[in-house]
Protein backbone atom coordinates (compact mmCIF):
# COMPACT_ATOMS: atom_id res chain seq x y z
CA UNK A 1 0.00 0.00 0.00
CA UNK A 2 3.52 2.34 1.05
CA UNK A 3 4.71 1.45 -2.62
CA UNK A 4 1.74 2.47 -4.46
CA UNK A 5 0.99 5.74 -2.61
CA UNK A 6 4.13 6.29 -3.49
CA UNK A 7 4.08 5.64 -7.11
CA UNK A 8 1.35 7.71 -7.09
CA UNK A 9 2.48 10.75 -5.46
CA UNK A 10 6.02 10.42 -8.31
CA UNK A 11 3.18 10.69 -11.17
CA UNK A 12 1.51 13.36 -9.56
CA UNK A 13 5.18 15.32 -9.65
CA UNK A 14 5.82 14.35 -13.16
CA UNK A 15 2.57 15.74 -14.15
CA UNK A 16 2.95 19.01 -12.75
CA UNK A 17 6.52 18.85 -14.58
CA UNK A 18 4.71 18.36 -17.74
CA UNK A 19 2.20 21.14 -16.77
CA UNK A 20 5.32 23.58 -16.53
CA UNK A 21 7.12 22.06 -19.79
CA UNK A 22 3.86 21.59 -22.29
CA UNK A 23 1.56 24.22 -21.12
CA UNK A 24 4.10 27.01 -19.91
CA UNK A 25 6.28 25.86 -22.63
CA UNK A 26 9.12 25.22 -20.06
CA UNK A 27 9.24 29.03 -19.43
CA UNK A 28 12.21 30.34 -17.60
CA UNK A 29 11.33 33.85 -17.61
CA UNK A 30 8.37 35.43 -16.38
CA UNK A 31 6.91 38.52 -15.69
CA UNK A 32 5.40 38.98 -11.53
CA UNK A 33 1.53 39.49 -11.08
CA UNK A 34 2.02 43.45 -10.51
CA UNK A 35 -0.93 45.47 -9.18
CA UNK A 36 -2.15 48.48 -11.96
CA UNK A 37 0.84 47.56 -13.85
CA UNK A 38 0.67 44.21 -15.68
CA UNK A 39 -2.15 44.66 -17.95
CA UNK A 40 -2.45 43.72 -21.40
CA UNK A 41 -0.51 46.40 -23.09
CA UNK A 42 2.41 45.55 -20.72
CA UNK A 43 2.29 42.15 -20.84
CA UNK A 44 2.69 42.21 -24.67
CA UNK A 45 5.39 44.90 -24.41
CA UNK A 46 7.51 42.28 -22.44
CA UNK A 47 6.59 39.34 -24.37
CA UNK A 48 8.20 40.91 -27.55
CA UNK A 49 11.56 41.25 -25.42
CA UNK A 50 11.60 37.78 -24.06
CA UNK A 51 9.21 37.12 -21.22
CA UNK A 52 7.97 33.59 -21.55
CA UNK A 53 5.53 34.01 -19.06
CA UNK A 54 3.28 36.31 -17.93
CA UNK A 55 1.12 36.87 -15.05
CA UNK A 56 -1.91 39.18 -14.51
CA UNK A 57 -2.05 42.35 -11.85
CA UNK A 58 -3.56 40.31 -8.63
CA UNK A 59 -7.41 40.53 -8.43
CA UNK A 60 -9.80 40.63 -5.02
CA UNK A 61 -11.50 37.17 -5.75
CA UNK A 62 -15.03 38.69 -4.01
CA UNK A 63 -14.64 41.54 -6.78
CA UNK A 64 -14.51 39.69 -9.15
CA UNK A 65 -17.13 37.47 -8.76
CA UNK A 66 -20.00 40.50 -7.96
CA UNK A 67 -18.73 42.90 -10.11
CA UNK A 68 -18.84 41.95 -14.15
CA UNK A 69 -17.22 45.28 -15.17
CA UNK A 70 -14.36 44.24 -12.60
CA UNK A 71 -14.18 40.90 -14.13
CA UNK A 72 -14.20 42.04 -18.04
CA UNK A 73 -11.18 44.24 -17.42
CA UNK A 74 -9.29 41.68 -15.82
CA UNK A 75 -10.19 38.70 -18.28
CA UNK A 76 -8.48 41.00 -21.32
CA UNK A 77 -6.42 39.23 -23.58
CA UNK A 78 -5.59 38.09 -26.79
CA UNK A 79 -4.20 35.24 -28.53
CA UNK A 80 -0.57 36.19 -28.56
CA UNK A 81 -1.00 36.99 -24.37
CA UNK A 82 0.08 33.15 -23.63
CA UNK A 83 0.86 30.89 -21.55
CA UNK A 84 -0.87 33.44 -18.74
CA UNK A 85 -1.28 32.69 -15.42
CA UNK A 86 -4.07 34.89 -13.17
CA UNK A 87 -3.51 35.70 -9.52
CA UNK A 88 -6.00 36.59 -7.06
CA UNK A 89 -6.18 37.13 -3.37
CA UNK A 90 -8.70 35.78 -1.48
CA UNK A 91 -9.35 34.71 2.14
CA UNK A 92 -12.35 32.19 1.63
CA UNK A 93 -12.04 28.59 -0.15
CA UNK A 94 -15.45 28.90 -1.16
CA UNK A 95 -14.73 32.38 -2.91
CA UNK A 96 -11.38 31.76 -4.25
CA UNK A 97 -13.05 28.11 -5.63
CA UNK A 98 -15.87 30.59 -7.49
CA UNK A 99 -13.70 33.17 -9.33
CA UNK A 100 -11.50 30.31 -10.41
CA UNK A 101 -14.21 28.54 -11.94
CA UNK A 102 -15.01 32.09 -13.82
CA UNK A 103 -11.31 32.86 -15.05
CA UNK A 104 -10.63 29.22 -15.95
CA UNK A 105 -11.57 28.99 -19.46
CA UNK A 106 -9.63 32.11 -20.11
CA UNK A 107 -6.14 31.20 -18.48
CA UNK A 108 -3.91 28.18 -18.39
CA UNK A 109 -3.62 28.33 -14.01
CA UNK A 110 -4.96 30.20 -10.96
CA UNK A 111 -2.17 31.47 -8.70
CA UNK A 112 -3.58 32.07 -4.98
CA UNK A 113 -1.59 35.07 -3.74
CA UNK A 114 0.67 34.82 -0.39
CA UNK A 115 2.82 37.15 -1.24
CA UNK A 116 2.16 40.96 -0.98
CA UNK A 117 3.44 42.86 2.24
CA UNK A 118 1.58 45.96 1.82
CA UNK A 119 -0.59 47.53 4.61
CA UNK A 120 -3.79 47.08 2.20
CA UNK A 121 -3.25 43.39 2.65
CA UNK A 122 -3.16 43.35 6.19
CA UNK A 123 -6.39 45.35 6.76
CA UNK A 124 -8.20 43.21 3.71
CA UNK A 125 -6.25 39.66 5.42
CA UNK A 126 -4.85 38.39 2.37
CA UNK A 127 -1.36 38.05 1.10
CA UNK A 128 1.38 37.47 2.78
CA UNK A 129 -0.54 38.16 6.45
CA UNK A 130 -2.40 34.75 5.88
CA UNK A 131 0.93 33.01 6.04
CA UNK A 132 0.73 32.08 10.26
CA UNK A 133 -2.47 30.95 9.45
CA UNK A 134 -1.58 26.87 7.70
CA UNK A 135 -5.10 25.43 7.71
CA UNK A 136 -7.10 28.48 6.31
CA UNK A 137 -4.12 27.76 3.37
CA UNK A 138 -4.29 24.38 3.05
CA UNK A 139 -8.38 24.26 2.83
CA UNK A 140 -8.38 26.89 -0.12
CA UNK A 141 -5.50 25.50 -2.14
CA UNK A 142 -6.54 21.86 -1.60
CA UNK A 143 -10.29 23.20 -2.49
CA UNK A 144 -9.19 24.82 -5.41
CA UNK A 145 -6.83 21.93 -6.54
CA UNK A 146 -9.85 19.75 -6.39
CA UNK A 147 -12.30 21.53 -8.14
CA UNK A 148 -10.81 23.55 -11.07
CA UNK A 149 -10.12 22.35 -14.16
CA UNK A 150 -6.51 24.48 -14.71
CA UNK A 151 -3.96 23.64 -12.62
CA UNK A 152 -3.13 25.87 -9.17
CA UNK A 153 -0.47 27.78 -7.94
CA UNK A 154 0.77 30.35 -5.04
CA UNK A 155 3.80 32.56 -4.67
CA UNK A 156 4.87 32.97 -1.36
CA UNK A 157 7.43 35.00 0.74
CA UNK A 158 9.47 33.19 3.43
CA UNK A 159 9.80 33.37 6.93
CA UNK A 160 12.92 34.52 9.22
CA UNK A 161 13.87 30.81 9.87
CA UNK A 162 14.87 29.06 7.00
CA UNK A 163 13.37 25.85 7.99
CA UNK A 164 9.82 27.29 8.58
CA UNK A 165 10.20 28.45 5.42
CA UNK A 166 10.89 24.77 3.61
CA UNK A 167 8.32 23.15 6.43
CA UNK A 168 5.87 25.86 4.97
CA UNK A 169 6.31 24.79 1.20
CA UNK A 170 6.25 21.34 1.92
CA UNK A 171 2.41 22.14 3.36
CA UNK A 172 2.05 23.88 -0.13
CA UNK A 173 2.97 20.82 -1.82
CA UNK A 174 0.33 18.33 -0.35
CA UNK A 175 -1.74 20.54 -1.28
CA UNK A 176 -1.58 19.82 -4.87
CA UNK A 177 -0.96 22.83 -6.67
CA UNK A 178 1.38 22.66 -9.38
CA UNK A 179 4.28 25.39 -8.92
CA UNK A 180 5.12 27.76 -6.55
CA UNK A 181 7.07 31.22 -6.85
CA UNK A 182 9.43 32.07 -3.86
CA UNK A 183 10.06 35.46 -3.05
CA UNK A 184 13.21 35.91 -0.87
CA UNK A 185 12.29 38.38 0.83
CA UNK A 186 10.20 38.20 4.46
CA UNK A 187 6.47 40.69 4.48
CA UNK A 188 8.23 42.77 6.88
CA UNK A 189 11.17 43.90 4.01
CA UNK A 190 9.09 46.68 1.87
CA UNK A 191 9.43 50.01 1.13
CA UNK A 192 12.89 51.67 3.06
CA UNK A 193 13.33 47.91 4.32
CA UNK A 194 13.10 45.95 1.31
CA UNK A 195 16.68 45.39 1.25
CA UNK A 196 18.11 42.33 -0.72
CA UNK A 197 16.32 38.88 -1.25
CA UNK A 198 17.96 35.52 0.27
CA UNK A 199 18.57 33.40 -2.15
CA UNK A 200 19.60 30.48 0.00
CA UNK A 201 15.85 30.21 1.18
CA UNK A 202 14.97 29.60 -2.37
CA UNK A 203 17.15 26.89 -3.14
CA UNK A 204 16.37 25.22 0.53
CA UNK A 205 12.75 25.24 -1.34
CA UNK A 206 14.06 23.88 -4.05
CA UNK A 207 15.80 21.15 -2.76
CA UNK A 208 13.00 19.61 -0.90
CA UNK A 209 9.87 19.78 -2.77
CA UNK A 210 9.58 18.33 -6.00
CA UNK A 211 7.46 20.26 -7.85
CA UNK A 212 8.24 23.60 -10.04
CA UNK A 213 9.88 26.47 -8.21
CA UNK A 214 10.23 30.40 -9.59
CA UNK A 215 12.73 32.32 -8.01
CA UNK A 216 11.93 36.06 -7.36
CA UNK A 217 14.13 39.42 -5.87
CA UNK A 218 17.12 40.68 -6.65
CA UNK A 219 16.79 40.54 -10.70
CA UNK A 220 17.34 43.97 -12.29
CA UNK A 221 20.00 42.23 -15.38
CA UNK A 222 19.77 38.95 -17.43
CA UNK A 223 23.29 38.45 -15.59
CA UNK A 224 20.86 38.12 -12.68
CA UNK A 225 18.89 35.76 -14.28
CA UNK A 226 21.24 33.35 -15.30
CA UNK A 227 23.05 33.53 -11.76
CA UNK A 228 20.04 33.24 -10.25
CA UNK A 229 18.93 29.88 -12.28
CA UNK A 230 22.47 28.36 -11.44
CA UNK A 231 22.34 29.27 -7.65
CA UNK A 232 19.08 28.07 -6.37
CA UNK A 233 18.14 25.35 -9.74
CA UNK A 234 14.63 26.77 -9.85
CA UNK A 235 12.57 26.07 -12.99
CA UNK A 236 12.10 29.73 -13.48
CA UNK A 237 13.02 33.65 -12.58
CA UNK A 238 10.11 36.05 -12.13
CA UNK A 239 11.16 39.62 -12.32
CA UNK A 240 8.76 42.89 -11.06
CA UNK A 241 10.71 46.04 -10.39
CA UNK A 242 13.59 45.29 -12.81
CA UNK A 243 10.60 44.69 -15.50
CA UNK A 244 8.95 48.05 -15.14
CA UNK A 245 12.24 49.80 -15.55
CA UNK A 246 13.55 47.26 -18.19
CA UNK A 247 10.94 45.48 -20.01
CA UNK A 248 13.67 44.37 -22.57
CA UNK A 249 15.44 42.95 -19.31
CA UNK A 250 15.21 39.52 -20.79
CA UNK A 251 16.53 40.51 -23.62
CA UNK A 252 20.02 41.48 -22.15
CA UNK A 253 19.47 44.84 -23.57
CA UNK A 254 19.21 48.79 -22.67
CA UNK A 255 17.49 50.26 -25.43
CA UNK A 256 16.56 54.07 -25.61
CA UNK A 257 13.62 54.82 -23.15
CA UNK A 258 11.85 56.59 -26.08
CA UNK A 259 11.45 54.05 -28.62
CA UNK A 260 10.04 52.15 -25.58
CA UNK A 261 7.41 54.15 -24.45
CA UNK A 262 6.36 54.54 -28.49
CA UNK A 263 6.17 51.00 -28.86
CA UNK A 264 4.03 51.10 -25.70
CA UNK A 265 1.87 54.00 -26.17
CA UNK A 266 1.51 52.13 -29.86
CA UNK A 267 0.18 49.17 -27.79
CA UNK A 268 -1.80 51.15 -25.37
CA UNK A 269 -4.25 52.81 -28.55
CA UNK A 270 -4.57 48.64 -29.37
CA UNK A 271 -5.47 47.46 -25.91
CA UNK A 272 -6.77 50.30 -24.09
CA UNK A 273 -5.84 50.81 -20.08
CA UNK A 274 -6.50 53.47 -17.19
CA UNK A 275 -4.16 56.37 -17.79
CA UNK A 276 -3.05 56.36 -14.63
CA UNK A 277 -1.24 52.69 -15.83
CA UNK A 278 0.36 54.19 -18.38
CA UNK A 279 2.03 57.33 -15.92
CA UNK A 280 3.09 54.74 -13.64
CA UNK A 281 4.84 53.17 -16.36
CA UNK A 282 6.61 56.06 -18.08
CA UNK A 283 7.42 57.31 -14.84
CA UNK A 284 9.45 53.95 -13.92
CA UNK A 285 11.56 54.37 -17.46
CA UNK A 286 11.88 57.57 -17.31
CA UNK A 287 12.87 57.97 -13.49
CA UNK A 288 16.27 58.87 -14.33
CA UNK A 289 15.73 61.39 -16.57
CA UNK A 290 13.17 63.42 -14.92
CA UNK A 291 16.72 63.89 -12.63
CA UNK A 292 17.93 65.52 -15.73
CA UNK A 293 14.65 67.31 -17.25
CA UNK A 294 12.50 67.99 -14.12
CA UNK A 295 10.12 70.03 -15.71
CA UNK A 296 8.97 67.00 -17.68
CA UNK A 297 7.89 65.53 -14.02
CA UNK A 298 4.80 67.85 -14.09
CA UNK A 299 3.71 67.95 -17.01
CA UNK A 300 3.54 64.09 -16.98
CA UNK A 301 1.62 63.77 -13.73
CA UNK A 302 -0.86 66.61 -15.61
CA UNK A 303 -1.13 64.91 -18.53
CA UNK A 304 -5.06 64.37 -19.23
CA UNK A 305 -5.04 62.31 -22.06
CA UNK A 306 -2.96 59.54 -24.04
CA UNK A 307 -2.14 62.31 -27.05
CA UNK A 308 -0.59 64.43 -24.56
CA UNK A 309 1.33 62.30 -22.85
CA UNK A 310 2.35 60.79 -26.88
CA UNK A 311 3.60 64.94 -27.23
CA UNK A 312 5.29 64.33 -24.43
CA UNK A 313 7.45 61.70 -25.16
CA UNK A 314 8.34 63.37 -28.80
CA UNK A 315 9.54 65.93 -26.44
CA UNK A 316 11.64 63.99 -24.57
CA UNK A 317 13.00 62.07 -27.08
CA UNK A 318 14.51 65.36 -29.02
CA UNK A 319 15.78 66.59 -25.16
CA UNK A 320 17.34 62.90 -24.89
CA UNK A 321 18.86 63.23 -28.49
CA UNK A 322 20.47 66.26 -27.63
CA UNK A 323 21.90 65.06 -24.76
CA UNK A 324 23.47 62.44 -26.90
CA UNK A 325 25.09 65.18 -29.01
CA UNK A 326 26.82 66.92 -25.94
CA UNK A 327 27.91 64.02 -23.59
CA UNK A 328 31.47 62.62 -24.57
CA UNK A 329 30.24 59.21 -23.04
CA UNK A 330 32.97 59.33 -20.21
CA UNK A 331 30.60 60.91 -17.21
CA UNK A 332 27.22 59.50 -16.43
CA UNK A 333 27.45 60.08 -12.52
CA UNK A 334 26.38 57.18 -10.51
CA UNK A 335 24.70 55.27 -13.71
CA UNK A 336 25.90 52.36 -15.33
CA UNK A 337 24.58 53.56 -18.48
CA UNK A 338 23.70 56.98 -20.17
CA UNK A 339 19.71 58.58 -18.43
CA UNK A 340 18.31 57.68 -21.93
CA UNK A 341 18.83 53.92 -21.81
CA UNK A 342 16.62 51.56 -19.66
CA UNK A 343 18.40 50.74 -16.26
CA UNK A 344 17.55 49.76 -13.34
CA UNK A 345 16.47 51.58 -9.92
CA UNK A 346 18.94 50.52 -7.09
CA UNK A 347 17.24 51.12 -3.81
CA UNK A 348 19.12 52.00 -1.11
CA UNK A 349 20.33 49.62 1.62
CA UNK A 350 17.64 49.95 4.81
CA UNK A 351 21.27 51.13 6.56
CA UNK A 352 21.72 53.68 4.16
CA UNK A 353 18.24 55.45 4.45
CA UNK A 354 18.29 55.56 7.88
CA UNK A 355 21.46 57.26 7.85
CA UNK A 356 19.93 60.28 5.54
CA UNK A 357 17.16 60.18 7.73
CA UNK A 358 19.51 60.87 10.84
CA UNK A 359 21.25 62.82 8.83
CA UNK A 360 18.39 65.41 7.54
CA UNK A 361 16.66 65.42 11.01
CA UNK A 362 19.93 66.74 12.48
CA UNK A 363 19.03 70.06 14.68
CA UNK A 364 21.26 72.53 15.56
CA UNK A 365 22.07 72.35 19.16
CA UNK A 366 20.98 74.80 21.55
CA UNK A 367 24.59 74.97 23.02
CA UNK A 368 25.34 76.80 19.79
CA UNK A 369 22.85 79.71 19.98
CA UNK A 370 24.34 81.31 23.30
CA UNK A 371 25.71 84.37 20.99
CA UNK A 372 22.13 84.80 20.83
CA UNK A 373 21.57 85.79 24.10
CA UNK A 374 19.53 83.09 24.63
CA UNK A 375 20.35 82.89 28.39
CA UNK A 376 16.29 82.02 30.44
CA UNK A 377 14.27 81.64 26.95
CA UNK A 378 12.19 78.79 26.19
CA UNK A 379 13.20 76.16 23.19
CA UNK A 380 10.36 77.91 21.00
CA UNK A 381 11.38 81.27 21.76
CA UNK A 382 15.16 80.35 20.92
CA UNK A 383 13.93 79.04 17.72
CA UNK A 384 12.04 82.78 17.54
CA UNK A 385 15.59 84.47 18.10
CA UNK A 386 17.35 82.37 15.76
CA UNK A 387 14.98 83.41 12.67
CA UNK A 388 14.74 87.09 14.65
CA UNK A 389 17.74 88.22 16.48
CA UNK A 390 16.44 91.19 17.37
CA UNK A 391 13.32 89.62 18.78
CA UNK A 392 12.45 90.48 22.21
CA UNK A 393 10.40 88.47 25.42
CA UNK A 394 9.86 88.88 28.45
CA UNK A 395 12.09 86.70 30.58
CA UNK A 396 10.46 85.36 34.35
CA UNK A 397 12.42 84.63 37.34
CA UNK A 398 11.97 80.99 38.05
CA UNK A 399 9.68 78.72 36.96
CA UNK A 400 6.29 79.90 35.48
CA UNK A 401 3.75 80.06 38.30
CA UNK A 402 0.91 77.40 38.07
CA UNK A 403 -2.90 78.96 37.51
CA UNK A 404 -5.18 78.64 40.42
CA UNK A 405 -8.98 77.86 39.50
CA UNK A 406 -11.30 78.81 42.12
CA UNK A 407 -13.05 75.33 42.88
CA UNK A 408 -16.88 74.02 42.02
CA UNK A 409 -19.22 74.32 45.77
CA UNK A 410 -20.17 70.63 45.52
CA UNK A 411 -17.41 68.72 44.37
CA UNK A 412 -14.31 70.42 44.14
CA UNK A 413 -13.22 70.84 40.57
CA UNK A 414 -13.03 73.96 38.87
CA UNK A 415 -15.74 75.99 38.55
CA UNK A 416 -16.84 77.55 35.20
CA UNK A 417 -15.32 81.05 35.41
CA UNK A 418 -18.80 82.60 33.71
CA UNK A 419 -21.39 80.05 35.41
CA UNK A 420 -24.45 82.03 37.55
CA UNK A 421 -24.50 78.75 40.29
CA UNK A 422 -20.40 79.16 40.51
CA UNK A 423 -20.24 75.53 39.97
CA UNK A 424 -18.39 72.78 37.21
CA UNK A 425 -20.22 72.21 34.22
CA UNK A 426 -21.89 68.66 35.69
CA UNK A 427 -23.14 70.32 38.92
CA UNK A 428 -24.23 73.25 36.68
CA UNK A 429 -26.37 70.96 34.70
CA UNK A 430 -27.99 69.37 37.05
CA UNK A 431 -28.65 72.40 39.23
CA UNK A 432 -29.87 74.18 36.22
CA UNK A 433 -32.14 71.84 35.40
CA UNK A 434 -33.86 71.64 38.84
CA UNK A 435 -34.51 75.30 38.82
CA UNK A 436 -35.54 75.19 35.46
CA UNK A 437 -33.16 78.08 35.07
CA UNK A 438 -30.68 79.11 32.34
CA UNK A 439 -26.61 79.51 32.97
CA UNK A 440 -25.19 81.31 29.50
CA UNK A 441 -21.72 80.63 30.92
CA UNK A 442 -22.15 76.65 30.53
CA UNK A 443 -24.48 77.01 27.25
CA UNK A 444 -27.32 75.92 29.46
CA UNK A 445 -30.74 76.93 28.69
CA UNK A 446 -33.44 75.10 30.75
CA UNK A 447 -35.63 78.35 31.40
CA UNK A 448 -35.52 79.29 27.90
CA UNK A 449 -36.39 75.54 25.86
CA UNK A 450 -39.34 75.87 28.41
CA UNK A 451 -40.35 79.16 27.47
CA UNK A 452 -40.28 78.29 24.33
CA UNK A 453 -42.16 74.76 24.39
CA UNK A 454 -45.04 76.24 26.45
CA UNK A 455 -45.52 79.11 24.02
CA UNK A 456 -45.18 76.50 21.15
CA UNK A 457 -48.13 74.28 23.13
CA UNK A 458 -50.34 77.56 23.14
CA UNK A 459 -50.01 78.09 19.79
CA UNK A 460 -51.16 74.87 18.26
CA UNK A 461 -53.69 75.09 20.88
CA UNK A 462 -54.82 78.50 19.41
CA UNK A 463 -54.03 76.85 15.95
CA UNK A 464 -56.28 74.10 16.85
CA UNK A 465 -59.56 75.96 18.50
CA UNK A 466 -59.55 78.19 15.18
CA UNK A 467 -59.82 75.01 12.82
CA UNK A 468 -62.66 73.98 14.90
CA UNK A 469 -64.63 76.90 14.73
CA UNK A 470 -64.16 76.94 11.15
CA UNK A 471 -65.55 73.56 10.72
CA UNK A 472 -68.37 74.29 12.69
CA UNK A 473 -69.26 77.37 10.50
CA UNK A 474 -68.98 75.37 7.03
CA UNK A 475 -70.95 72.82 8.36
CA UNK A 476 -74.29 75.23 9.14
CA UNK A 477 -73.29 77.14 6.10
CA UNK A 478 -73.93 73.47 4.89
CA UNK A 479 -77.09 73.00 6.35
CA UNK A 480 -78.80 76.28 5.40
CA UNK A 481 -78.31 75.49 1.85
CA UNK A 482 -79.96 71.98 1.58
CA UNK A 483 -83.25 72.16 -0.30
CA UNK A 484 -86.46 71.14 1.34
CA UNK A 485 -88.26 68.39 0.19
CA UNK A 486 -90.78 70.19 -2.22
CA UNK A 487 -87.72 70.89 -4.36
CA UNK A 488 -88.12 74.58 -2.67
CA UNK A 489 -85.21 76.51 -0.76
CA UNK A 490 -86.36 77.52 2.69
CA UNK A 491 -86.49 81.16 1.71
CA UNK A 492 -88.37 80.92 -1.21
CA UNK A 493 -92.85 81.54 0.04
Given at each position: MGESSKEQEVSRNAEKFRFWEKVLNSAKYVVAPMVDQSELAWRLLSRRYGAQLCYTPMFHASVFIRDEGYR?????????????????????????????????????????????????????????????EWDLIFRMLSHATNSLKVPVTCKIRIFKDIEKTVKYAQMLERTGISLITVHGRTREMKGILTGIADWKYIKAVKDNVSIPVFANGNIQYMSDVERCLKETGVEGVMSAEGNLRNPALFDGVQPFIADVV?????????????????????????????????????????????????????????????????????DEGELPFPHWLCQPYVRPSPNQT???????????????LIELNCEGLSKNQIKKRLRNPSAKFNIREGPRPKKQY??????????????????CRACCKGEAHKLMADCPGHNLYFKTKEEKRLKWEAEQREKEKMSQELEQNVTELDINMVPQQNGTCKNET
Amino acid sequence: MGESSKEQEVSRNAEKFRFWEKVLNSAKYVVAPMVDQSELAWRLLSRRYGAQLCYTPMFHASVFIRDEGYRKDALQSCPEDKPLIMQFCANDPNIFVEAGKLAEDYVDAIDLNLGCPQCIAKRGHYGAFLQDEWDLIFRMLSHATNSLKVPVTCKIRIFKDIEKTVKYAQMLERTGISLITVHGRTREMKGILTGIADWKYIKAVKDNVSIPVFANGNIQYMSDVERCLKETGVEGVMSAEGNLRNPALFDGVQPFIADVVDEYLELVKQYPCPLSYVRGHLFKIWHHTLHVHIDLRMELATAKSLEAIIDLNSELRKRCENDMKVCDGTDEGELPFPHWLCQPYVRPSPNQTEKEKQKRSLKRPLASLIELNCEGLSKNQIKKRLRNPSAKFNIREGPRPKKQYEKCVNCGNPKGLKCVFELCRACCKGEAHKLMADCPGHNLYFKTKEEKRLKWEAEQREKEKMSQELEQNVTELDINMVPQQNGTCKNET
